[in-house]
T-cell receptor, first 112, second 116 residues
Framework: GEDVEQSLFLSVREGDSSVINCTYT??????LYWYKQEPGAGLQLLTY?????DMKQDQRLTVLLNKKDKHLSLRIADTQTGDSAIYFC????????????FGKGTMLLVSP | GAVVSQHPSRVICKSGTSVKIECRSL??????MFWYRQFPKQSLMLMAT?????????EQGVEKDKFLINHASLTLSTLTVTSAHPEDSSFYIC????????????FGPGTRLTVL
């Protein structure tokens, strides 16, 4: 079955770059997503990448995909205290028409 | 951007009562809505997939008679927790797939249910 793994915790200082990693097992994954969840809130879609792309950049966010190793990463440049949250990696197949499989989430703590 | 709302945001009820949670897509049509449950410090667990005008598809282990889902229109899905018990206390999150952008799901802010 599908499985998505993430490290559980990351701590960085304000102004540094953060890199959150994710691995998945389903080679037929088509879309890979990063969601952000602040305490007590729902999920906010940050960005997503198609499986035929290697990289996608959107302002401070850079997503890298290594399809051979089934490894996805999210880099946040110039990390701010407001970036402190839980970040979920998720994947889906079949052009987004199927359900999402989530990782357990990485808690990012940004200290001043 | 696409906005999904949930109502109520927080509800406390007595054991044995039923609670209805609404999920609305505010600025887009959602042919498919999803209901998730999130336990503290856990990931999201998909409970059911709801397609407009048809019966919901429940994930294995989710009691369909306990968690009633209705998707009556392209902008509204409801989850009713029937005869709630303390173990049903959780954070319930809905998401909606934009009819025009099937590659993304937009999530609601969640509903915190506490059953006493």
């Amino acid at each position: 079955g599908e499985d998505v793994e993430q490290s559980l915790f990351l701590s960085v200082r304000e102004g540094d770059s953060s890199v959150i990693n994710c691995t998945y097992t389903d080679s037929s994954s088509t879309y890979l997503y990063w969601y952000k969840q602040e305490p007590g809130a729902g999920l906010q879609l940050l960005t997503y990448i198609f499986s035929n792309m290697d990289m996608k950049q959107d302002q401070r966010l850079t997503v890298l995909l290594n399809k051979k190793d089934k490894h996805l990463s999210l880099r946040i440049a110039d990390t701010q205290t407001g970036d402190s949250a839980i970040y979920f990696c998720a994947e889906t197949m079949n052009s987004g028409y199927s359900t999402l499989t989530f990782g357990k989430g990485t808690m990012l703590l940004v200290s001043p | 951007g696409a906005v999904v709302s949930q109502h109520p945001s927080r509800v406390i009820c007595k054991s044995g009562t039923s609670v209805k949670i609404e999920c609305r897509s505010l600025d887009f049509q959602a042919t498919t809505m999803f209901w998730y449950r999130q336990f503290p410090k856990q990931s999201l667990m998909l409970m059911a997939t709801s397609n407009e005008g048809s019966k919901a598809t429940y994930e294995q282990g989710v009691e369909k008679d306990k968690f009633l889902i209705n998707h009556a229109s392209l902008t509204l899905s409801t989850l009713t927790v029937t005869s709630a018990h303390p173990e049903d206390s959780s954070f319930y999150i809905c998401s909606a797939r934009d009819r025009g952008r099937p590659d993304t799901q937009y999530f609601g802010p969640g509903t915190r249910l506490t059953v006493l």
